[in-house]
């Protein structure tokens, strides 16, 4: 699954329940709107669009709970690094762990990278490091345009399964 970055997909799984919660408070007027609708237009109740809501969303998030190993993916650029600083904050707060860290586009030649640079992308990755408490992280180089090949491909398959342990 991918989310947004911030985890504003996670937050959408309460979303049913809120307002289901919420709908009971005036029960008589949706009762009301609830025996229109379906006289009407042969529509079901709110009441029974949100039963089906809740239990859809109730099932995702037991299957990312249960089932789904939970890779976040970033660049080393600053922004990038502090979406995924939030989006693991997310994931938190909603006691999910992660699996493993994939860092995309690191450079690894200090020959052609310039040292502030090298600096700020060692920064980033010290903070997703921290962030991931012994999770299996991954840094892949930054692959040229010139150079990307069903080689480099195979390579960077390797690479992943062998550091996120798969």
Excluded at 40 to 45: D, E, F, K, P
Aim: glycine share 8%.
């Amino acid at each position: 699954m991918d989310t947004t970055p911030s985890g504003e997909t996670l937050s959408l799984f309460s979303v049913p329940k809120y307002m289901r919660k919420h709908l009971r408070a005036g029960p008589r007027v949706f009762e009301g709107i609830d025996r229109i609708g379906k006289q009407l237009l042969g529509m079901r109740s709110v009441g029974e669009v949100l039963d089906a809501w809740i239990a859809a969303s109730e099932r995702i998030d037991r299957l990312i709970r249960n089932d789904a190993r939970i890779f976040l993916v970033s660049v080393r650029d600053s922004f990038s690094v502090k979406r995924a600083l939030a989006l693991a904050k997310a994931y938190q707060g909603h006691h999910i762990e992660l699996d493993g860290i994939v860092i995309n586009r690191t450079v690894r030649s200090a020959a052609t990278t310039p040292p502030d640079l090298r600096k700020v992308q060692a920064e980033h990755l010290r903070e997703l490091n921290e962030l991931g408490k012994g999770v299996p992280m991954v840094t892949l180089k930054q692959i040229s345009r010139k150079t990307r090949s069903e080689d480099s491909l195979k390579e960077t398959g390797e690479e992943l399964v062998k550091g996120l342990k798969l």
